[in-house]
């Protein structure tokens, strides 16, 4: 009965790789975002979908590119992986603009 | 453009005792403020909210939390902790165009 889920939890990569992270929601919230979390757990979002429509891009890299099938799904496709991309990458999803955040467990992501 | 602080990096607590976590905010109108904790490995899950109302607001785990618009500050306390608070706690202020601004974070230790 997980709210919000996000596969897979561990990925492991090499620079130039393209990988993929997958997040679903099952509260029935009409907004999903990505947020990075780097290394000093420093928290920055990165994407905002409403209803499928993007609505917040935070000035990152378009090798970053999200999809969002339907109001419960929220994938994060990464071309070119650089060295920089290691981070801890969460899903939430939220109600409206002014409700809490519910986040997924995270994607610690690793580029060797 | 709103902002927030947590001054305290890390706090070392003794089970027991009481914890205040400190968290200021700079935002130019009535901000929507929020508490959150990060246990190793997890998501992100929220303790606590401020939207309007009582300035002191009750969360779960015991915690509570006091707005003080004098003073720029939405303080987390906690009158006796138990060894499974320790944990990574992240203050965050929003707004109503669903970006949500996290402090950066503050390690709470308990020791025996």
């Known amino acids: 009965d997980t709210a919000v889920s996000q596969t897979p939890k561990y990925l492991v990569t090499q620079m130039g790789n393209d990988k993929s992270i997958k997040c679903e929601q099952n509260l029935g919230h009409d907004t999903m975002y990505w947020y990075k979390q780097d290394s000093k757990k420093f928290l920055k979002i990165m994407f905002s979908?409403?209803?499928?429509?993007?609505?917040i891009n935070e000035t990152v890299p378009n090798r970053f590119s999200p999809k969002s099938p339907d109001k419960a799904h929220l994938n994060l496709h990464i071309n070119s992986l650089e060295l920089g991309d290691s981070a801890v990458y969460f899903c939430?999803?939220?109600?409206?603009?002014?409700?809490?955040?519910?986040f997924g467990n995270g994607t610690r992501l690793t580029v060797t | 453009a709103q902002s927030v602080t947590q001054p305290d990096i890390h706090i070392t607590v003794s089970e027991g005792a009481s914890l205040e976590l400190r968290c200021n905010y700079s935002y130019g109108a009535t901000p929507y403020l929020f508490w959150y904790v990060q246990s190793p490995g997890q998501g992100l899950q929220l303790l606590l909210k401020?939207?309007?109302?009582?300035?002191l607001v009750q969360g779960i785990k015991g915690f509570e939390a006091e707005f003080k618009r004098s003073q720029s500050s939405f303080n987390l306390r906690k009158p006796s902790v138990h060894w499974s608070d320790a944990a990574e706690y992240f203050c965050?202020?929003?707004?109503?165009?669903?970006?949500?601004?996290f402090g950066a974070g503050t390690t709470v230790t308990v020791r025996a």
């Open positions: 979908y409403n209803n499928k429509e993007l609505i």
């Open positions: 401020y939207f309007s109302g009582d300035t």
């Open positions: 965050a202020v929003g707004r109503t165009d669903y970006k949500l601004s």
């Open positions: 939430a999803s939220s109600q409206d603009s002014n409700s809490p955040l519910h």
